[in-house]
């Protein structure tokens, strides 16, 4: 019946608080991982089903996670929304395929960076020669600001300084970075995902560094002046 | 053997050409700590402190996560309901 296929409005966050409460009750009576996890097997059994309302709850619990690392990914607020929901839609499309290899959560984080890839490909970025393309004239003298005190002992490193240094990364670098030093992807791993050498992915990451490094430096140089 | 300052007496170019090269290197699996060049450069050592700094505070500093607009949901919604999903 039509009816029965139409979706019903659903408040994500209603029905998060309600998941919590159940969980919450569960975890304390007995071992809280255990029974924290068996609630969210019974949330994803659900959703797998079809049924909606708990597809609303796993978007609830794990919106943040994918829209943080579109945005990671993209640096472009609006790109990160539509990815995200293009993640989500993806989800909705394939849920029924997940088996429980791995955990939910990352298969949900592997479908999302590839949803990400797709949608750099279908751009033109080529992820085999990301710095070639990106960035034809990188330079390497020697570090330019040879004699002020290095970025660790000076604790220049902010998060909102990092965050704007890693947003204004070209693509390429951009991507290999957050994969690597904040996802906590292996080079083995980035490499299938982009499809290039493992060596190419390490050397794609020590330039994205350095251009990070340039970019922390700026700043603390002219506060020196 | 004439001492060699690890700070001042090396030259410009002879770190402008090891850290050219650094990207190969790496990719090769070459372990840079023991290169002739880093053991003796204070300079080249001191860029890959800061690199390693970096790629540490990305992973202490960075996982945190930001909430999207409260119409996304909405907008999935509506997407599913079209049959978009």
Redesign the interface.
């Known amino acids: 019946m039509n009816q029965e296929k139409k979706i019903k409005t659903v408040n994500p966050e209603a029905e998060a608080t309600e998941t919590e409460v159940f969980a919450s009750k569960l975890e304390a009576k007995d071992s809280p991982e255990g029974t924290a996890q068996t609630a969210d097997q019974q949330i994803l059994a659900r959703a797998q089903a079809g049924d909606h309302a708990a597809f609303a709850q796993l978007y609830s619990v794990h919106k943040r996670r994918v829209y943080s690392l579109c945005l990671r990914m993209l640096g472009n607020v609006a790109e990160a929304e539509d990815l995200t929901q293009e993640a989500f839609l993806q989800l909705h499309r394939k849920i029924a395929t997940f088996r429980g290899d791995s955990a939910f959560s990352t298969w949900l984080h592997r479908l999302t960076i590839n949803v990400v890839l797709m949608n750099l490909r279908r751009k033109g970025l080529n992820l085999i020669s990301l710095d070639e393309a990106l960035d034809p004239s990188p330079e390497y003298g020697p570090a330019r600001s040879f004699g002020a005190p290095d970025l660790r002992l000076s604790g220049s490193i902010d998060r909102m300084t990092l965050e704007k240094a890693v947003e204004a990364l070209p693509a390429g670098y951009r991507l290999i970075f957050v994969l690597h030093d904040i996802e906590g992807y292996e080079h083995n791993e980035i490499a299938t995902m982009l499809d290039c050498s493992i060596g190419n992915s390490k050397s794609q990451l020590h330039k994205a560094r350095m251009k990070l490094r340039e970019a922390l430096r700026a700043p603390a140089e002219e506060v020196a002046k | 053997m004439k001492y060699r300052d690890p700070v001042n007496d090396f030259p410009?170019?002879e770190?402008?050409e090891f850290?050219?090269s650094?990207?190969?290197r790496?990719?090769?699996?070459e372990d840079l700590q023991n290169h002739p060049h880093m053991l003796t450069c204070e300079?080249?050592r001191?860029?890959v402190?800061?690199?390693?700094?970096?790629?540490?505070?990305?992973?202490q500093?960075?996982?945190?996560?930001?909430?999207?607009?409260d119409e996304?949901?909405t907008?999935?919604?509506m997407?599913?309901?079209r049959g978009?999903?």
């Not at chain 2, 800061?50 to 992973?59: T, V």
């Open positions: 410009d170019d770190c402008a850290q050219a650094m990207p190969a790496i990719g090769a699996g300079r080249c001191a860029l402190r800061d690199l390693e700094a970096i790629a540490e505070a990305a992973r500093l960075m996982p945190v996560e930001e909430e999207p607009p996304l949901w907008q999935i919604q997407a599913i309901e978009d999903a």
